[in-house]
Each structure stands twice: as structure tokens, then as C-alpha cells.
């Protein structure tokens, strides 16, 4: 990650790796949607983030979620991205990602309003209950069926039910996934690959409603290219770019009755070669685990009967200070998920290992060759990984 200091925001702001709590139901990605819908006048939708009276009289909202564009990013960014820094320096905000800080728990805590807790997709991996099986969110096709996985109502689901009209504008390959259904059922979706399709087509469903109108946007590239090739590397550089021309086509294209909210689902973090532990190369950190899900940054261990605290021990004494080891108890009564109702408790592991620093805990044998080799990661409750932007654009 780039030494450049935070996006101008509060004077007191967390340092890059200082641990930062999500702030459900104040100022976080679960907020999003639900002012927004209040702006638009769906009855029941609170506005905690204030943006009622600066809206007042929109009718026609678009949310932009750009994977990976953290707060932190924006100034590594900003030589690159001049439409960027300069929303960000006067309409942006901070706000924190749900926990773990991953994109399909982002993406569903977007879509839902709602802590992870309550929605249930708690991280990139997760054990399947009462099997041995781990889900891929981002390579769920049906099984289990997203609306049993995922049963919270969408605020889109309920927008549409309110009167709005909603559209989905993504890629064209995500429509009908697992994910997607879970995240963002209830919108009518339209694929669109690279910035100028997606800016064409979300501008086009802005304008096509005949009353309140909602469009939800989402561009995976900068993410993408910070795990491939790191955070300020010329890919990542050239993602910044699109990203900036994204932006300035779609502040460009707001009608008068229009606003544009701007967000993401984390920031990332280079990880160096010496800070990553390999699971499946030291037998003391599978002693006594069954199943492991979660990612690098945020490891979900769930261990052999009797084994949890034998589990713990070991990993403690492995990873020492590169790593906090909690248990799944200790983790929920702390408030990371949000309320967690008990149908959703067996996804989390018995034991939770949250990366400290720039450290990782990978799986070279048991998961994806490529994700061991990725430059940039993200998931667990640094600054840099949890703070993300709000940048709101009125037409």
C-alpha cells in the first residue's frame, strides 16, 4: 500500500493498520440503501446518514459500488483519478464495510441493509452446516438456494414493492448467480461489460422510470488488478483510470431530478512474502481442525469435538503477533457480525483467526493455487481494508 496519508476526512483519522470496529446502523455500507430509499420515499427506510435533506427533491438515485476502492486508496489513486479525489475532497465521506471486509459479505450487506449477522453470508468461504463442505460465494450457482442461504428481504425487493423502479447493471456473466440473487433479487438486471457499457446502461435506467427510480452499479476491475499486481502498480494505476472515467460519464449524465452515491465493499493491503504463514505446511495448525473457510486475512477454523481450545493454543503460539485467535463466542458477543441469530452461528468457525498488520494465513494445498499467490488482499478489520467512501452527487 502506498505511504500517501488518508482522503481528507476527520483529523483524528485511524492510522492505515489500526483496527477500526464497523459502525452498523450509523455509518456504515448496510446505511447505504436504506437512506437512499428514504430520499426516494419508501415507508420504513431510516436515514441515518443524513442524506434526506441534501437530496431533497431527487427522485432518480444511482449507487455505484467499485470493488476494492477503499478511502484509504483514494489518494494513491488521485494522480490518476483527478474526477475522484476531487468528489472525494468535497462530497466524500467515510464509512466502514461490514466485517469481514470482503466482497460478497459487502455486496449482500449493500443489498440487504443489513449487518452480516442477520443476512447470513459472513465471509468469502464458509462451511455449509452440518456438512463438511465449503461455499464459494463468488462461485455459488444455486446450491444451497439464495433465498434460504440468504433470507433477508433486499432493500430492492422492497423498493419494488414501494413503487421504485429498480435495475441491477453489472456484468453480464454474474446475472442469475447465487450471489447475485442473494445481494440483489429484486431488480431488474441488465449486463454491461467495461465502464462505458456500464456507465451507458445505468444512465439509461436512471432516466427510463416513469417516478422513483433506483439503479444499483458495480465495477470489479480495481479489486481485481490489486490482487493480481498490487496496490499502486501500473495495472492498478490504469484500473483508476476506468474507474475516474466511469465517474465523470455519470456525474456528466445526471439529469436536474438526479444523484449519483458512490461506494465500495473494502480497500486492500500488499502483503509482503515474509508475513505469510502456510496452513497446510505446519502440522501444529491442523492438529484438531476438520474444516477451514474464510480467506487469508479472516480464517474460519472448525475443529474436532473437545479440540477448541487445544486449537486455539496452537495457532496462538504459531502465529504469535501476527494474528488475533478468538473464539466464534467471543466475536459475536463483541458485535463484529451484528446481531447473529442461531440458524447462522455454525457458518462462523469455532475458532476465529483475524490477520494483524500486513499478515496473511494462506492454504497452498487445500484451496485455488492463485489465491496463495495474490499481491493484495483484504477481509479483516484494519483501516485500510474497513473504511470505504460515500461520495454523493446531485445532478
Do not use: K
Given at each position: 500500500?502506498?505511504?500517501?496519508?488518508?482522503?481528507?476526512?476527520?483529523?483524528?483519522?485511524?492510522?492505515?493498520?489500526?483496527?477500526?470496529?464497523?459502525?452498523?446502523?450509523?455509518?456504515?455500507?448496510?446505511?447505504?440503501?436504506?437512506?437512499?430509499?428514504?430520499?426516494?420515499?419508501?415507508?420504513g427506510a431510516a436515514d441515518?446518514?443524513?442524506?434526506?435533506?441534501?437530496?431533497?427533491?431527487?427522485?432518480?438515485?444511482?449507487?455505484?459500488?467499485?470493488?476494492?476502492?477503499?478511502?484509504?486508496?483514494?489518494?494513491?489513486?488521485?494522480?490518476?483519478?483527478?474526477?475522484?479525489?476531487?468528489?472525494?475532497?468535497?462530497?466524500?465521506?467515510?464509512?466502514?464495510?461490514?466485517?469481514?471486509?470482503?466482497?460478497?459479505?459487502?455486496?449482500?450487506?449493500?443489498?440487504?441493509?443489513?449487518?452480516?449477522?442477520?443476512?447470513?453470508?459472513?465471509?468469502?468461504?464458509?462451511?455449509?452446516?452440518?456438512?463438511?463442505?465449503?461455499?464459494?460465494?463468488?462461485?455459488?450457482?444455486?446450491?444451497?438456494?439464495?433465498?434460504?442461504?440468504?433470507?433477508?428481504?433486499?432493500?430492492?425487493?422492497?423498493?419494488?414493492?414501494?413503487?421504485?423502479?429498480?435495475?441491477?447493471?453489472?456484468?453480464?456473466?454474474?446475472?442469475?448467480?447465487?450471489?447475485?440473487?442473494?445481494?440483489?433479487?429484486?431488480?431488474?438486471?441488465?449486463?454491461?461489460?467495461?465502464?462505458?457499457?456500464?456507465?451507458?446502461?445505468?444512465?439509461?435506467?436512471?432516466?427510463?422510470?416513469?417516478?422513483?427510480?433506483?439503479?444499483?452499479?458495480?465495477?470489479?476491475?480495481?479489486?481485481?488488478?490489486?490482487?493480481?499486481?498490487?496496490?499502486?502498480?501500473?495495472?492498478?494505476?490504469?484500473?483508476?483510470?476506468?474507474?475516474?472515467?466511469?465517474?465523470?460519464?455519470l456525474v456528466d449524465g445526471?439529469?436536474?431530478?438526479?444523484?449519483?452515491?458512490?461506494?465500495?465493499?473494502?480497500?486492500?493491503?500488499?502483503?509482503?512474502?515474509?508475513?505469510?504463514?502456510?496452513?497446510?505446511?505446519?502440522?501444529?495448525?491442523?492438529?484438531?481442525?476438520?474444516?477451514?473457510?474464510?480467506?487469508?486475512?479472516?480464517?474460519?477454523?472448525?475443529?474436532?469435538?473437545?479440540?477448541?481450545?487445544?486449537?486455539?493454543?496452537?495457532?496462538?503460539?504459531?502465529?504469535?503477533?501476527?494474528?488475533?485467535?478468538?473464539?466464534?463466542?467471543?466475536?459475536?458477543?463483541?458485535?463484529?457480525?451484528?446481531?447473529?441469530?442461531?440458524?447462522?452461528?455454525?457458518?462462523?468457525?469455532?475458532?476465529?483467526?483475524?490477520?494483524?498488520?500486513?499478515?496473511?494465513?494462506?492454504?497452498?494445498?487445500?484451496?485455488?493455487?492463485?489465491?496463495?499467490?495474490?499481491?493484495?488482499?483484504?477481509?479483516?478489520?484494519?483501516?485500510?481494508?474497513?473504511?470505504?467512501?460515500?461520495?454523493?452527487?446531485?445532478?
Amino acid at each position: 500500500m502506498s505511504g500517501a496519508p488518508p482522503a481528507p476526512g476527520p483529523a483524528a483519522a485511524p492510522a492505515p493498520l489500526e483496527v477500526v470496529a464497523p459502525r452498523y446502523g450509523a455509518a456504515s455500507l448496510a446505511d447505504v440503501l436504506p437512506a437512499a430509499l428514504a430520499v426516494l420515499g419508501v415507508p420504513g427506510a431510516a436515514d441515518t446518514l443524513g442524506l434526506t435533506d441534501a437530496l431533497a427533491g431527487v427522485r432518480r438515485i444511482a449507487v455505484l459500488l467499485v470493488d476494492g476502492l477503499g478511502w484509504y486508496q483514494i489518494p494513491t489513486a488521485a494522480p490518476y483519478a483527478p474526477t475522484l479525489a476531487g468528489l472525494a475532497a468535497t462530497t466524500g465521506r467515510p464509512l466502514t464495510s461490514g466485517f469481514p471486509s470482503t466482497t460478497p459479505t459487502s455486496l449482500v450487506t449493500l443489498g440487504t441493509g443489513a449487518p452480516p449477522g442477520a443476512h447470513g453470508v459472513l465471509g468469502f468461504t464458509l462451511r455449509i452446516p452440518g456438512t463438511d463442505r465449503v461455499l464459494n460465494h463468488v462461485e455459488w450457482a444455486a446450491d444451497p438456494d439464495p433465498r434460504r442461504w440468504q433470507p433477508v428481504p433486499t432493500r430492492l425487493e422492497r423498493a419494488r414493492a414501494a413503487g421504485v423502479t429498480v435495475t441491477v447493471v453489472s456484468r453480464p456473466e454474474f446475472g442469475g448467480s447465487g450471489l447475485t440473487v442473494a445481494a440483489n433479487r429484486g431488480g431488474d438486471y441488465r449486463g454491461a461489460a467495461g465502464v462505458d457499457a456500464l456507465a451507458g446502461q445505468m444512465l439509461a435506467a436512471l432516466a427510463a422510470g416513469p417516478g422513483p427510480t433506483l439503479v444499483s452499479g458495480y465495477h470489479p476491475d480495481l479489486d481485481r488488478h490489486g490482487h493480481l499486481a498490487g496496490v499502486d502498480s501500473m495495472p492498478w494505476r490504469a484500473a483508476a483510470a476506468d474507474v475516474d472515467r466511469l465517474l465523470a460519464r455519470l456525474v456528466d449524465g445526471l439529469g436536474p431530478d438526479a444523484a449519483l452515491l458512490v461506494t465500495a465493499d473494502h480497500g486492500q493491503l500488499d502483503i509482503p512474502p515474509g508475513h505469510r504463514v502456510d496452513l497446510d505446511a505446519d502440522e501444529r495448525l491442523r492438529a484438531g481442525v476438520t474444516v477451514v473457510a474464510g480467506e487469508p486475512r479472516v480464517r474460519y477454523l472448525h475443529v474436532a469435538p473437545g479440540a477448541r481450545d487445544d486449537v486455539r493454543a496452537a495457532w496462538s503460539a504459531v502465529l504469535g503477533d501476527a494474528a488475533r485467535v478468538r473464539t466464534r463466542e467471543e466475536m459475536v458477543a463483541e458485535g463484529w457480525f451484528g446481531p447473529v441469530p442461531e440458524e447462522h452461528l455454525g457458518r462462523i468457525g469455532d475458532v476465529v483467526v483475524v490477520s494483524n498488520g500486513t499478515h496473511a494465513v494462506l492454504a497452498t494445498r487445500s484451496e485455488p493455487p492463485m489465491a496463495s499467490r495474490l499481491v493484495a488482499y483484504h477481509g479483516a478489520d484494519t483501516a485500510a481494508e474497513m473504511t470505504i467512501p460515500l461520495l454523493v452527487v446531485r445532478g
